[in-house]
């Protein structure tokens, strides 16, 4: 079992930034893939960002070279540095983990969820 909780949203301007944080905590013995996802009202759950187990960051074509993944060294803390934001990036971000193998762009892949944090952004 894991728990993730997310903290850092909030609301900002167009062209600011933001840092989201994610604590795990339970059995992380197992390696885990690490993710970053967003959802907004009447659409499905779409992937930002995700962590390999062997520390390998990815993300989505919508956010490169804005947002950055990162983990501590212990593997309990993951954040999201969301630069330059955009109306568009305005969601529920949620942190997610999977066990074993790769990581996934599909949420049904992820077998832990946090329960979010807001991010709105106005032009």
């Known amino acids: 079992q894991v728990q993730l909780v997310e903290s850092g949203g909030g609301q900002v301007q167009s062209g600011e930034f933001l840092k989201l944080s994610c604590a795990v905590s339970?059995?992380?013995?197992?390696?885990?893939?690490m993710a970053w996802f967003r959802q907004v009202p009447g659409r499905e759950r779409e992937e930002v960002a995700f962590?390999?187990?062997?520390?390998?960051?990815s993300v989505a074509n919508s956010v490169l070279g804005r947002f950055t993944i990162s983990q501590n060294n212990a593997k309990n803390a993951l954040y999201l540095q969301m630069d330059s934001l955009m109306p568009e990036d305005s969601a529920m971000y949620y942190c997610?983990?999977?066990?074993?193998?790769?990581?996934?762009?599909?949420?049904?892949?992820?077998?832990?969820w946090g329960q979010g944090t807001q991010v709105t952004v106005s032009s």
């Open positions: 997610a983990a999977k066990e074993g193998g790769y990581c996934a762009r599909d949420a049904d892949a992820y077998n832990y």
């Open positions: 339970g059995n992380l013995e197992r390696g885990y893939c």
């Open positions: 962590i390999e187990t062997d520390g390998r960051p």
